[in-house]
Every structure is written in structure tokens, then in C-alpha cells.
């Protein structure tokens, strides 16, 4: 019998432990969380309201192609804003480049990658002199992409010559509307199925692998249940695309260039010199300069990957709409930079993670598609889409300087420290009504009591932020 | 014997607009040597350090320098550090927002041939150069959470893994304790074994005395003399520092006959939630009427912090404990409060934070008790003028105009500005928080005979400094705090710069 309880106790107790290291490992990086959160609120909202229409496979993959031209947007406003400058002229630079590339491969007759090409070196042009106003001449970013903003609305006006052209060439609607071929077995799409599994089995090999060089080079990796968790988590999320993909057209090509472009960039912004020089000049460009780095060159090339950026977003704005004309541009900077906010970048500089910014950009498009789809007046939107980005970034403020908080090492200390805390706590409080009485009866020795008091606070608060601090690692031994 | 010669700067003249902050500076350091650089604040010692390293480039200054047997040119810090000549700052060149491993390798990333990091060589390399220098912490914390030791120790690392020649220190132990000191002052010597030079800048003569091979004095931007090991001596240092006597430095002021108690914190414990620990614990102290009150410690012991919990708590610190002014508990939630309660606090960074450099000094003086020139919201410049006045006239402000804008004035005169303008809000307390910091001997003067007047009128001044004969020159009353945590208090009678320093450097229990 007596084994029996112990049994359940333990099967009891790891299930409380599981849970309670879940809720710190979420309240400790609340920051990067919360946005997922908010996401799966307003999916779960859209989709009670829309009849779960909005989560079915048609719409969701309508949303990620509208979302498409944001996100790369908003991955290259990241960095901007990362390096603590801002971008106004991407939305008229990449509608006037979406522009030049249609209006060259349909009245131009060039072929599309010569048009692409000469694109790619305007995009290079521009991005230099914006960068050279800006690192060298010191003129603030507001200013340069303001005059860009103007400048770049006339090209585009001129460009399309005030009215919208039509194209028909394959290449803009394949990259517009066109999917990735289908392997239908049984219902289910061979190619978005590998495609999700290959993935799977990607993070599952460099996890595995990241936690044996750990292991080998005795730096601590994180616990095997947050590990664990997350897998399960990305498992139901691809999942569920895989499900979409499937039961739809497939996965179009906007996606395929985004999911690229986002790869690309978290890659770089991670793993490569480049990244880490981009971040160090965000969050302290004094000690960049003093550590050797030329602040002046990576802003020049943030500007000149923003700018690249701007054309892939124009080109693929332009394809899904299989035209361009003089009304694309204004707002999408607008969208990228609340994009970057509500993905957690920070206005101070410094700190800001690509793939946060996409999320971002899926949040706002969301709530585009959804309040559409909702039939709710579309001049509301907006008035949503505001409060939303302000919520982002008071939560973002709120949230920055979360401590790491420990549940099971705080369930120890709490064991152990017991007696103590009850004593002080005994002790305060008694103080406190000390104090009270003496206050009522106002006495001249009343600075004795607030003496006492005073001290008695302090004692409990030293014992509160004892507990709170505490690790699991300070009880248990790892084995 | 030229062969020893690491680094030989031969009659460096350095000018500013309006300042010669370096004439004719001549030092040479041998190999393996650990140099002091020694003077006062204002001596040019930091900029000499920043022509070598070429922060100042070639062209900008005259002279030469000459360093491995070479006449160098450095055009920007990269040339000097591909050299081996690395800089440690007193503004320490760390990136808060990263990890403590990718901090050791900014700017000099570990990567393959398409510019790819290897993290994981970054992190062991990173290790070997953190145990190098006897700093054990957890790789992936953030540098903005350490403490100021431990970064400067990520600085030496980060030097380290560099192939650094010449080690440059500028006043690294100014913000440290005494055993992160110690620790530091071993690890130079370590590292001289090591066979690599170091040049360091410090005002503290007991670690000159411990481990310089050889010094440099400079005074007012000229080398006034160079010693080696067998020739220092502390006496002859001080002498050729200050060239000149104490007595010149501060005016003779009565000895204070006491008071009633107007200030006094009891408990007082002030919780900074972004770096997540007490920035002042348990403070206690008194000040009485007519009084100067000195408060001492290192850079970053809590002094500031401590005055910013009486003066309203503007960075929102979490409070507990009491203040208690003129006999009676007060909660001052905000500095407008505080100013209301008649305390008013003179900011450490006047640029920063107290000047508004774009305006007047009429502007200036008057900004702080608008009500007091102003009716219905409307202000009488008439009013406004008449007081900048009086105050310029008073204190002595040396300018043209009280339209005269602040950004024009010497250092010393904007203290004044800032120190009129407090005045005009009439307040019953006066914090200043180094009254006296970047102004020349001149003007220093005369603040403390400001000071000595107003007491004399029974205003209380707390002064807050690192400059101990300040500290010593002025106060009636002098509390040491360490670590945030108030070590010692003595009587004007008793204290000596020994007494201080050793409270200074000394955390009770923490």
C-alpha cells in the first residue's frame, strides 16, 4: 500500500514539476512568448467568429500570402530599427521597383532577369546614397527616408505613368499565385508532408546534437523538458500547416520566397559576424566603434539590405496582384515598422529578433483578414490595428526586465526557508500594527515605531527576495 | 638599450579649440614594464591614452610615437589594435544587450571563410581567455547584468584574445572594491609574466607603490617627471602632482557648533528592479542644521542612488524605510515634492541633467521656481531678469550677459548657473552631487566659498565626492558608503583619507 502512494506521490510530483518548470521557462522569456500568445487569441477569436472558416485551409493560406510582402518588409525593418534608425522610403521604393520590373518585361520587352537585375542595382544605388547621407553625413534617418518617401512616389507615378498595367507574363503569375507541384496520395500531399517531416527531423538532429557539444564542452543546455515541450509544440504547428498545405493548393510560392528570405536573415542575424556586429552597433555604438567595428559600413549595408528587400516585397506585391499601378506603396512601411514593434524590437536599438517581426506581420495581417472575413465594418480596423501595436509595446515595456524566475527552485526554497519566513513575516506584521496603534494614539516616541517597522520590512523583504531567486540547481544536483 | 624600449612618445602637443591639453608630453615604457601614468583630473592623462590608441588619429596631434622600434601612424582604433596596443576605458566598451561570450569576441569575430560564426569554438575560446583572467561566470548571462568588476575583467579577456602587446588601463580600479582591486592589480602581474606590457592610469598611489616599474607624472598637460621602481615615493608623487599646497585649495571655515537634526533616513533601502539588487541598504544618516555633510565612497558605491532616494526618487527604485525631515515622516514620491519640502539636489552630470545648455542662464537660473516669476501661468521677464541678476552678481557668474547662452561658459561658471538656480527655489537642504567635477582649482575655490556662506546662513549641504580632500577640506561630518551599504561615519576631527578609503573599500556582510 504504502509503495503504491509513494508511487502516485512521485508520478504526482513530476507531473507538478513538469508543469511548474513550463510556467517558468513562459514567465521568464514572456517577452518572446507573449506575441505567440496574442497570435493564437486572435485565431482562436477569428475563428469562433468566422465559424472556424478563418483557420480552414483556403483562408489560412490566403493570409500567409497576404501577409508575404509585410513580412519581408519587416525583416529588413528589423535590422533598421535594430541599428537604431528607422526606414520611411521602403513602401514607395518597393512599389516603384515592382514597377520598373513589370513595366520592363511587359512594354520593355526585356527578359525578367535582366529586369530584375537592373532592379537589384537601383535597389544597391539607392541603399548606398540613403546609407551615406545617413552614417556619414549624420543627416537623421527620419529625414533621408522621408525625402526618399517623396522622391520615390514621383518615380512610381512616373514609372507607371498614372495607370494601372496589367501583366500577364507566367513569371509574375507564377511567383503571384503559382503553388509548388502536388503528390496526392490518398488526400494528402506528398511534397508539403516531406517537406513538414524534413523539417521536423531537422530541429530534432541540431537539438540533439547542440546538446551533446554542450554536454562535451560543459556548458549547461536547457532542461529536457522545455526541450521536449518545444518539440511537441513545433510538431502540432507544422502539422497543422502540413494539413492546410495539403488539404488547399499546396505551398505557393510567395510563402516558399518568404520562408527563404526569413531563413536567410535569421541565419545571418545569428550566425554569422555580420549579425553579431549589426546588434553590437544597435546596442552600443560607442563601444563598436572602440571595439573596431566601422558603424559607418554596417549601417550602409542595412540600408542596402532594406533596400533589397523593398524589392522582393514590391515584385511579389505586384505578381499576386498581377498588375502595378500608382496606388501600390503607401502604408506597407508603415506596416513593416509595426510589424518590428509588435515582434518585440526595441525602439532603443539592440534588440529585435527577425523571426518575431514575421509573427508580427502576421498578427496585423490577421487582423486584416480576420475582421474582413468577420464581416465587421472595415473602417474599424485601423482604430484595432492601433491599439493593438500600442498594447505590443506597453507589454514589451512591462516585460523587459523580467527576471528569470525558477517555480521548482522557488518550491524548495520555499521548504527550506520555512521557519524563517514565517518569523519575519510574524514579526512584520506585528510591527505594522504596532506602528498603527502608535500612529492612532499619536505619540511622541513614534519614530522608535516607525524605526521598528521599518526594520521588520526590510528583514521580510530580504527573505522574499531570498526565495524568489532561488534555482533548482541550488537544491538538487543534476545527475 | 633602445632595444627595451616598447613605446617611446616623443614631445606630443595635443590642442583643443582654446586648450593645449597636452604640450610637448614625452614618455617611454620598457618592455615588460607595468607603467603608471600618474596627475590630477584635467592632467591630460586620458588624452595622451587616446592619441596612442588613435582614437585621436595621426595628423591631429604633433609628435611621434614610436612603438616595437617604429614610427607608428594610427589612423583609428583598428590600426593600434592590430598592432597589439588595446584600450580599457573608463566607460567601459561592453555591449549590454549580449552575452558575456559574445562580448569577448565583438569586432574580432571566431568564424570560417564566408563569415559564418563558430559558436562553438567563440565559447570555448571564450572560457579559456575568461579563465585567463580568473573570471568564472556563466557564458550566456548578459553583460548588462554584471557587475562592473566583472566586466572589466571581460574587457582585460577580450584585450587578451586579441594578441595584445601593450595593455593600456585607464583608472580601472576607480569603481572597484578592494578585493576585486587586488584582483586585478595580481592579474597585471600575471599577465607581465606573460610577457605582455601594460600601461595603467590611477590616482591611487598605494597600488603605484605596489606594482609600477616605472611611473610618468604629468601636470596640467606637460610630463613633469618620470621615476623608476626604486625612485618612487609617494611624497615626492604628491608633490609633483598638485604643485601646490592644500591650504591654496580650500578657504578656512569655523568649526560647527550644532544643531537640530533637519534630515535623517532611517532604514532607508532602495531596490533597483532593473539590476535586481539594493542599491542602498539600510541607510542611516543625520544631517543638522548649518551643517556640511560629506558623503564618500567609490564611483558606484550607491552615493547618487542614495541621494536620488531622498530627492523624490525620480528612477522609481522601490523604497523601503523612512525619511524623516524636521522631525516629522514625509514620503517625497516625487522630486517635485522634495523641492516643495525644500530639498533641492545639484546633478553629478550637469550637462545631462541639470543644464538646459540651449537656453540662457536667466532661463536657467529661474527654471526651477517658475511660480516665483510668473502669474497665472504668464511669466514677467521683467521678474525673470532681475533675479539672473542678482544671483550673476552674487555668486560671481563671470559672463557678458544673463542672455548669455549656457553652452558658452566654462565648466565652473555652469556650475555656478546650476548652483544659482537650485538656490532660487530656496531650499532648506542642498544636495550636491560632485560640486566640483572637471572644473579647474580657480573655480573650485569659489564653489567652496559658496558653500561656506550659505552654511553660515544655516543652509544644510550634503556634498557628495570621490575627491577625498574635498571631502575632508569641507565637511563637518563624513559618511562612507561601500556597495550601498554605509561602512563608517566620522566626526571632521577624526577622519583621515586612510580612515575613508579603507571604510570605502570595505562592504560590510553583503
Known amino acids: 500500500m504504502t509503495e503504491n502512494t509513494n508511487v502516485f506521490k512521485r508520478i504526482g510530483w513530476s507531473i507538478y514539476k513538469y508543469i511548474l518548470t513550463i510556467i517558468s521557462l513562459f514567465r521568464t522569456n514572456i517577452r518572446d512568448y507573449g506575441m505567440f500568445v496574442a497570435l493564437i487569441v486572435i485565431f482562436i477569436v477569428f475563428g469562433f467568429m468566422t465559424n472556424w472558416i478563418f483557420m480552414g485551409p483556403f483562408n489560412f493560406t490566403n493570409l500567409l500570402n497576404q501577409t508575404a510582402y509585410v513580412a519581408v518588409l519587416a525583416v529588413g525593418m528589423t535590422l533598421v530599427i535594430v541599428t537604431r534608425q528607422i526606414d520611411l522610403s521602403v513602401g514607395f521604393l518597393g512599389a516603384f521597383l515592382g514597377a520598373y520590373v513589370v513595366v520592363a518585361v511587359e512594354t520593355g520587352g526585356q527578359s525578367v532577369v535582366a529586369a530584375l537585375l537592373g532592379a537589384l542595382v537601383i535597389t544597391i544605388v539607392v541603399g548606398i546614397i540613403k546609407g551615406y547621407f545617413i552614417a556619414k553625413i549624420k543627416v537623421p534617418s527620419f529625414v533621408v527616408t522621408l525625402a526618399g518617401m517623396f522622391v520615390f512616389k514621383g518615380f512610381l507615378f512616373i514609372k507607371t505613368g498614372n495607370r494601372t498595367i496589367s501583366t500577364t507574363h507566367p513569371f509574375f503569375i507564377k511567383v503571384g499565385t503559382g503553388y509548388l507541384p502536388k503528390f496526392e496520395i490518398n488526400g494528402f500531399d506528398v511534397v508539403s508532408l516531406s517537406i513538414g517531416i524534413l523539417i521536423l527531423v531537422i530541429v530534432l538532429i541540431t537539438g540533439m546534437v547542440n546538446r551533446k557539444k554542450h554536454r562535451k564542452l560543459n556548458i549547461p543546455s536547457e532542461k529536457m523538458e522545455i526541450f521536449i515541450t518545444k518539440l511537441l509544440i513545433m510538431t502540432a504547428i507544422i502539422g497543422y500547416m502540413t494539413y492546410v498545405f495539403s488539404a488547399n493548393k499546396g505551398i505557393s510560392y510567395l510563402l516558399l520566397i518568404t520562408v527563404a528570405v526569413v531563413v536567410i536573415y535569421h541565419f545571418m542575424t545569428t550566425q554569422t559576424t555580420l549579425g553579431r556586429r549589426i546588434y553590437a552597433v544597435g546596442g552600443n555604438p560607442e563601444a563598436a566603434e572602440l571595439s573596431g567595428i566601422n558603424v559607418e559600413l554596417i549601417l550602409i549595408i542595412v540600408f542596402i539590405s532594406m533596400g533589397i528587400l523593398s524589392m522582393f516585397s514590391g515584385v511579389m506585391y505586384a505578381s499576386r496582384l498581377e498588375n502595378t499601378s500608382p496606388k501600390h506603396g503607401p502604408f506597407w512601411e508603415l506596416y513593416a515598422i509595426a510589424a518590428a514593434f509588435i515582434g518585440g524590437t526595441s525602439a532603443s536599438g539592440g534588440i529585435g529578433k527577425v523571426v518575431n517581426a514575421v509573427v508580427g506581420a502576421i498578427v496585423i495581417m490577421s487582423l486584416k483578414n480576420g475582421m474582413a472575413l468577420a464581416g465587421i465594418d472595415a473602417n474599424i480596423e485601423p482604430i484595432i490595428l492601433g491599439g493593438v501595436l500600442l498594447l505590443a509595446v506597453v507589454f514589451d515595456i512591462y516585460t523587459r526586465n523580467v527576471n528569470a524566475v525558477d517555480l521548482v527552485g522557488i518550491h524548495y526554497a520555499k521548504k527550506e526557508y520555512r521557519d524563517e519566513f514565517a518569523a519575519s513575516k510574524i514579526n512584520f506584521a506585528k510591527a505594522k500594527a504596532e506602528l498603527k496603534a502608535a500612529l492612532k494614539e499619536n505619540r511622541d516616541d513614534l519614530i522608535d515605531f516607525e524605526y521598528k517597522f521599518t526594520n521588520a520590512q526590510g528583514e521580510f523583504n530580504k527573505i522574499k527576495d531570498k526565495i524568489r531567486g532561488s534555482k533548482e540547481e541550488d537544491f538538487v544536483t543534476q545527475s | ?510
Open chain 2, 1 to 510: 638599450m633602445e632595444n627595451d624600449i616598447l613605446l617611446r612618445m616623443k614631445s606630443i602637443t595635443k590642442t583643443f579649440p582654446g586648450v593645449k591639453a597636452l604640450d610637448e608630453v614625452d614618455i617611454s615604457v620598457k618592455k615588460g614594464d607595468i607603467h603608471f601614468i600618474v596627475g590630477e583630473n584635467g592632467a591630460g592623462k586620458s588624452t595622451l591614452m587616446k592619441v596612442l590608441s588613435g582614437i585621436y588619429p595621426h595628423g591631429s596631434y604633433d609628435g611621434d610615437i614610436i612603438f616595437d622600434g617604429r614610427i607608428k601612424h594610427f589612423h583609428g582604433i583598428k590600426d593600434s589594435v592590430s598592432d597589439g596596443i588595446v584600450i580599457i576605458n573608463q566607460e567601459l566598451a561592453l555591449f549590454p544587450n549580449l552575452t558575456v561570450y559574445e562580448n569577448v569576441f565583438v569586432g574580432h569575430e571566431i568564424h570560417n571563410s564566408m563569415s559564418v560564426m563558430k559558436w562553438d569554438d567563440t565559447k570555448k575560446e571564450a572560457k579559456k581567455y575568461l579563465d585567463m583572467v580568473g573570471l568564472n561566470v556563466d557564458l550566456y548571462s548578459l553583460v548588462g547584468l554584471l557587475g562592473v568588476g566583472k566586466q572589466q575583467l571581460i574587457e582585460i579577456a577580450k584585450a587578451l584574445s586579441q594578441n595584445v602587446k601593450l595593455l593600456i588601463l585607464d583608472e580601472p580600479t576607480a569603481a572597484l572594491n578592494e578585493d576585486d582591486s587586488e584582483n586585478l592589480l595580481n592579474l597585471l602581474v600575471e599577465l607581465k609574466k606573460k610577457g605582455i606590457t601594460s600601461i595603467m592610469i590611477s590616482h591611487k598611489l598605494k597600488e603605484v607603490e605596489a606594482i609600477a616599474d616605472s611611473i610618468t607624472v604629468l601636470r596640467d598637460g606637460r610630463t613633469v617627471s618620470a621615476m623608476t621602481k626604486a625612485e618612487i615615493n609617494e611624497q615626492t608623487i604628491i608633490k609633483n602632482m598638485v604643485g601646490r599646497e592644500i591650504e591654496d585649495i580650500f578657504p578656512k571655515r569655523p568649526e560647527y557648533k550644532g544643531g537640530p537634526v533637519v534630515l535623517e533616513t532611517v532604514h532607508l533601502n532602495s531596490f533597483d528592479t532593473s539590476l535586481n539588487r539594493y542599491i542602498v541598504s539600510n541607510s542611516n544618516i543625520k544631517v543638522r542644521k548649518g551643517e556640511v555633510v560629506g558623503i564618500a565612497g567609490l564611483m558606484g558605491a550607491g552615493r547618487t542612488e542614495l541621494a536620488h532616494s531622498i530627492f523624490g526618487n525620480p528612477k522609481k527604485y522601490k523604497i523601503t524605510g523612512s525619511t524623516i525631515l524636521f522631525g516629522k515622516p514625509v514620503k517625497l514620491t516625487s522630486p517635485r515634492i522634495a523641492i516643495e519640502n525644500g530639498i533641492a539636489y545639484v546633478s553629478e552630470d550637469r550637462k545631462k541633467d541639470g543644464l538646459i545648455l540651449e537656453e540662457t542662464i536667466s532661463q536657467n537660473i529661474t527654471v526651477s521656481a517658475l511660480k516665483k516669476i510668473s502669474r497665472m501661468g504668464i511669466i514677467n521677464f521683467f521678474r525673470q531678469n532681475k533675479f539672473a541678476e542678482k544671483y550673476v552678481k552674487d555668486i560671481d557668474i563671470r559672463t557678458p550677459s544673463i542672455l548669455q547662452q549656457v553652452k558658452n561658459l566654462s565648466g565652473g561658471n555652469q556650475q555656478k548657473v546650476q548652483v544659482s538656480k537650485w538656490l532660487f527655489a530656496e531650499p532648506k537642504i542642498l544636495i550636491l552631487d560632485e560640486p566640483t567635477r572637471g572644473i579647474d582649482v580657480g573655480a573650485k575655490y569659489e564653489i567652496y566659498t559658496i558653500i561656506n556662506d550659505l552654511v553660515a546662513k544655516g543652509m544644510s549641504i550634503i556634498i557628495i565626492s570621490s575627491e577625498l580632500p574635498e571631502i575632508l577640506g569641507m565637511c563637518d561630518r563624513i559618511y562612507v558608503i561601500a556597495e550601498g551599504v554605509q561602512t563608517a561615519e566620522f566626526d571632521i576631527k577624526d577622519a583621515t583619507a586612510e580612515k575613508i578609503m579603507h571604510s570605502a573599500t570595505t562592504a560590510l556582510g553583503v
